[in-house]
């Protein structure tokens, strides 16, 4: 995988480095980086990145519930989308997915949507 994507960004509440990463190339390339909360060391963030053209997609950390709302939003110009939803425990579990280059992005976490916005434009 020549270039893996990581935000420039990412809000204090956020401990690094990832706590789990996970990388393969075939049968198609992905990424998946796991993230916790400083304090209780619980899921905060989840950050996938694969081929565009393969047929993955990643799952929720938890069972959802219910999409709040889904709308199309705008990262570095790129179109993506936005799905605000709710998981079991009433957690937050809001996403948000664009390509970047030949790949797919997704970001997965419990912050506002403004939050994930912020890390999305953060990506390089």
Known sequence: IPKVYI???F???INWPPAEIFA????FPL???HFTHRDSRSFALSL???DSRAGFEPTYKSDVLYVRKESPVSIKGRPGNLVIAVCSGRERCNRITW????YRITLVADDTPEQ???MAESIY
């Open 11 to 13: 809000p204090e509440y």
């Open 7 to 9: 935000p420039a960004y």
């Open 116 to 118: 994930l916005l912020k």
């Open 99 to 102: 390509e970047e280059g030949i």
């Open 31 to 33: 990424v998946m980086m």
């Open 48 to 50: 996938f990145q694969v």
């Open 24 to 27: 393969q190339r075939r049968p």
